[in-house]
């Protein structure tokens, strides 16, 4: 049977993929024989991983358009063109009632989560429809799809699902795929930070999801590049959420 999930001779970009679900999905691409390049706002950890995976390190804000440009050309001349992409840049934020939430928090998460994903995609996206063909996958979150006390991040992330659709319809007949991973509540630093304040409890977590279970970065990964993967050349604009089943589930703990 013909392996449609080998990556060879794709050049993928991975943002924010110097740690968590990023850092998964550069190590699969790579293990899969793609072109990896790994930007993050964190430089040094983007060499880092690089190195690690014999791939190309950048330092980038995703909030800034010019830079995201800047950074497409510098990829071009050094002979990358992206033909696969996976915005995983993000941050979240403290559950807060709106009257404690610093607007600043708000602007920030907004021009990251949101702004952060639409340059990428405008970018690259564009590149790629350019040329003839591609595939971006996009990371929301299941709280983009539920209400959460998450003012900026929750909008930001129901938004990245709604641009996901729009420009899967903008790119289709030029060959360009877009579609939107919401992952559940997966183990990674920023959620582990959040385990440290004490804000969430892992136990209670588990219990939340259908499977009883934490999720990994490397169950996210694996669904981010099957979207990448030729075994889903039929599938555009769709949001995948990797939840473990919290969806379902949640809503029936008390
Ligand atoms: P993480 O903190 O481990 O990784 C996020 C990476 O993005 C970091 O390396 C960080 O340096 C980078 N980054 C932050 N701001 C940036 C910027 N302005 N420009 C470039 N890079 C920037 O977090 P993660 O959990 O792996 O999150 C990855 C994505 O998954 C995020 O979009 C997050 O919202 C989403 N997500 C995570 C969870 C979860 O439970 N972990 C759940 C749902 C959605």
Not at 12 to 35: D, H, Q
């Amino acid at each position: 049977m013909q392996q449609l999930q080998d990556f060879a001779g794709r050049t993928a970009l991975v943002t924010g993929g110097a740690s968590g679900i990023g850092l998964a999905c550069a190590e699969l691409l790579r293990a899969r024989g793609a072109t990896v390049v790994v930007a993050d706002l964190d430089a040094d950890g983007a060499q880092r991983a690089a190195r690690r995976l014999g791939a190309t390190g950048h330092g980038v804000d995703v909030a800034d358009r010019q830079a995201v440009a800047a950074l497409r050309a510098a990829l071009e001349a050094d002979g990358l063109r992206i033909d696969r992409l996976v915005n995983c840049a993000g941050i979240v934020q403290d559950p807060l009632p709106p009257d404690a939430l610093p607007h600043d928090t708000w602007r920030r998460v907004l021009a990251i989560d949101l702004e952060g994903t639409y340059a990428c995609c405008a970018e690259f996206g564009s590149a790629m429809a350019r040329r003839g063909g591609g595939a971006i996958v996009n990371i929301a979150s299941v709280a983009g799809m539920r209400s959460m006390p998450l003012h900026a991040y929750s909008p930001a992330k129901a938004a990245v699902i709604s641009l996901g659709e729009s420009l899967a319809a903008e790119w289709g007949r030029s060959g360009v795929r877009v579609n939107t991973v919401s992952p559940g509540y997966t183990v990674t630093a920023a959620l582990q930070g959040q385990i440290d304040k004490g804000l969430r409890d892992p136990e209670k977590l588990k219990a939340n999801s259908a499977l009883g279970v934490l999720i990994r970065p490397e169950h996210i990964a694996a669904a981010i590049v099957f979207l990448l993967s030729d075994d889903a050349q039929m599938v555009t604009g769709v949001n995948l959420p990797v939840d473990a089943g919290w969806l379902v589930a949640g809503s029936w703990s008390t």
